[in-house]
């Protein structure tokens, strides 16, 4: 693969867009195809773009494809600056587990912190061998109480995204 296809691929792979907060890969679609084709947003923030034909009694196309990657929203702001997460689409949570997420603020202000959980030589054994529930998961964020949290703009209802990076995979 060329670097610009491969550029664009790791643009749109860390991008952050949980459903209901898709704007940052609206426009990042919007820039790479504004220069060929007609953009409009829908009320609903679908981007669409169109690309009209030149020949008459041609097929009409079309290519309709997702934008939006599951997350969480913060459901609670604990007393020790723990955030407690709501999902927003399906999560199996033995994968969330040490991963770093973007929390970011009604401002678009963004903030690393990393998921917790109750470390498992605490747990009896039973519970050990349980797959985790949502409401057993935190995310640290490195600060020592609520008010940091508050501090940093951060509220409930604000959205969180995985962060991963982009990479190549062995055999290119």
């Known amino acids: 693969m060329d670097k610009q296809k ?3 691929l790791k643009r749109l792979s860390e991008v952050d867009g949980i459903s209901g907060d898709e704007k940052e890969v609206a426009q990042l ?3 790479e195809l504004e220069s060929f084709t007609e953009i409009t947003f829908d009320n609903l923030g679908s981007l669409i773009a169109t690309l009209p034909g030149t020949e008459k009694e041609a097929p009409v196309v079309m ?3 997702h934008m939006d990657e ?3 929203v913060v459901k609670a702001i604990e007393k020790g600056g723990y955030l407690r997460l709501h999902n927003v689409g399906g999560w199996w949570p033995h994968v969330t587990l040490a991963q770093e997420w973007t ?3 009604r401002s678009g202000q963004k903030y690393i912190a990393v998921t917790g959980a109750q470390p498992p030589h605490g747990m009896p054994p039973e519970q050990r061998n349980k ?3 949502i409401k057993d998961l ?3 964020l490195g600060v020592k109480d609520k008010d940091a949290v508050l501090a940093l703009g951060i509220q409930v209802g604000d959205t969180v ?3 991963q990076s982009f990479r190549v995979m062995n055999d290119g």
């Open 161 to 163: 995204a995985p962060k």
């Open 138 to 140: 935190y995310l640290d």
């Open 6 to 8: 491969l550029d664009l």
């Open 103 to 105: 929390v970011k603020t």
């Open 131 to 133: 797959v985790l529930e």
């Open 70 to 72: 599951v997350g969480f």
């Open 29 to 31: 679609v919007k820039g």
């Open 63 to 65: 290519l309709s494809a």
